[in-house]
């Protein structure tokens, strides 16, 4: 049985799927809940959605909320973790939610919020693919591409809890118009979204590819990585050719954050990652080594798929909250 | 009289120029010394020099080397300040110089090395543009271009002490050729040396341009920034626009490590800024503006030139040594 307020539990929300883990000290889960994200209705309605799960979580846990010392919450959008207000979260609609507050009203418990990559990279760091360094850049690759900075072992937030938007860094100057209305970021250049994009153009000009056959099959209307994963394992030319130039233009990424910020780690996240493993994280490694400004960095710098799959961010959640309770 | 130990001398290792300041705890500066780097000699020769303008600035200041705490150098080139080793700085043909141990060999006192831009930033950050910030990053401007990151008040070095090497991102996938080797490097487009080329091209494509009479009758091979300067204000078209393409590239820049570093100011140093102020910054500032991925981060991070002009290494040197000393 853990001892009283050693839990905490973490909360990964994300545009499909809600997530909450309760974990001990030691860092082992000790009961996970997950519900679909119904990003539809008004925020209020999504964090009765949090705290249910949360209370499940709990509950699966052998514990009852007044047992808990903080519940943690991974958000995607850029977010203010002292005000505990999430500036913005584009796929569930969100404005200035003071989500802190509010979760706080229904729990009853110390609650703390951060952007879903921040924690998604201090899991990675503390537990799974990025230990034992103390310097560390997460790279998230889905619909968009998101990052985050591990500095001396700590979160490296900014001067507003903003840092590592690596995804709207510019890499090719007049390249194709991205979400943000820039052009050439490398969203606009290597996330899934960029990716489905060129497929469909190489379909409509007459390329063959069974891309749109296996989205149909499957009732999806976008490309997932399970999708992508699929028409790869058939040797879908489109898509190999596809994923190549993506992976390219992430091995630029790669090492321009290596030539600046100097890591010992890079650590590839994100749901790519999960299915294709080492056949997605080799190819950009290897033009991550051809960009590298310091040759010795190629032996020095690991550059590795993540680890801890969908967990990360719940994980990364209730790492830094034990790194920022009594901080604020 | 300054107290005894509370003095410690700063150098700058530029590749024109040598130059070291004698500064009290206040940052008064006592004395200045400067002499022209002889590049050509061994590394002893040139460490021989340093240690005679050390000297200089000691007597100049009316004390003697037993009354200085330290003297910290800045070099252009990566450097490892902990064991106190220049890795490479090619304007001077160094290649892992134990400079350290060789100064103090010849001073008697302890000896600090770190980057010049590295440097160069603490002291905008300490003294010049960038005070009251605690989070800065610096944008040096000249024959490559330079970067050092200020985060919570302190150098950002990275796991090795090389961070900051923003010269070398790529900002145009397949651009031209750089230094370094690579395509696109935001060297390749924006510095003094790429400058340079697009004059020299733009003039060999036939159209008109003062540049290289300017550069003959002042006895210069080089498009130093006084050559920028004279050209652009007499209007030389030419200039103009390589000028103007230049500024946008390093708008883009600026932007891209906004949006990644978060911080609260940027500050843009080096010989341009110098000779031009707010006629190099202000358009750099307008495209870094509209590439910003936080709307509110156009009132709240200044852009702004460095103000130390040809001091900032050796102040910043200075600065960095007292922050250091005690450390290692």
């Known amino acids: 049985m853990p001892k009283a307020k050693e839990v905490i539990v973490g909360v990964d929300l994300g545009g499909t799927s809600l997530r909450a883990l309760a974990v001990n000290q030691k860092n082992e889960i000790l009961a996970m809940e997950k519900t679909p994200t119904n990003a539809r209705q008004r925020p209020a309605g999504l964090i009765a959605d949090i705290a249910e799960v949360v209370e499940e979580a709990v509950r ?8 808990i010392r903080a519940v ?26 003071p989500v802190v507050r509010q ?45 985050a900075i591990i500095s001396k072992g700590r979160l490296f937030d900014g001067s507003t809890g903003s840092a590592g938007e690596i995804g709207h860094t510019v890499l090719m100057v007049d390249g ?39 989205m149909k099959e499957t009732h999806h209307v976008r490309m997932t990585s399970s999708i992508v994963a699929r028409a790869l394992k058939k040797n879908d030319k489109v898509m190999r050719k596809v994923m190549k130039t993506a ?28 299915r294709l493993g080492e056949e997605f994280v080799g190819p950009i490694r290897d033009t991550a080594h051809e960009y590298f ?15 801890l799959g969908d967990n990360a961010g719940a994980l990364g959640a209730v790492v830094l909250a034990r790194q920022r309770l009594g901080r604020y």
Chains 1, 2 share one sequence.
């Not at 209305?181 to 489905?196: I, K, Q, Y």
């Not at 390219?248 to 990652?273: F, K, Q, R, S, W």
């Open 293 to 307: 400004l310091r040759p010795k960095d190629i032996h020095r710098v690991k550059i590795v798929g993540g680890r």
């Open 103 to 147: 979760l706080k009203a229904l729990l009853h418990v110390p609650v703390l919020v951060d952007n879903d990559v921040h924690v998604g990279a201090v899991g990675e760091h503390m537990l799974g693919a990025g230990r034992g360094a103390q310097d560390l850049v997460g790279i998230f690759v889905g619909t968009g591409i998101g990052g």
């Open 176 to 214: 194709p118009v991205c979400g943000c209305g820039h052009r050439g970021c490398v969203e606009a250049l290597a996330s899934r979204t960029a990716m489905e994009r060129d497929v469909r153009a190489a379909i409509k000009k007459g390329h063959k590819s069974i891309v749109l056959k296996i």
């Open 72 to 97: 943690s919450v991974g958000i995607p959008g850029p977010t203010d973790p002292v005000q505990g207000i999430v500036h913005k979260a584009p796929n569930l609609g969100w404005h200035e939610v």
């Open 247 to 274: 992976q390219h233009y992430l091995g630029i990424l790669a090492a321009n954050l290596v030539n600046v910020l100097d890591p010992e780690c890079v650590v590839i996240g994100g749901g790519i990652t999960e």
């Open 60 to 67: 699966a846990a052998g514990l009852k909320m007044r047992d």
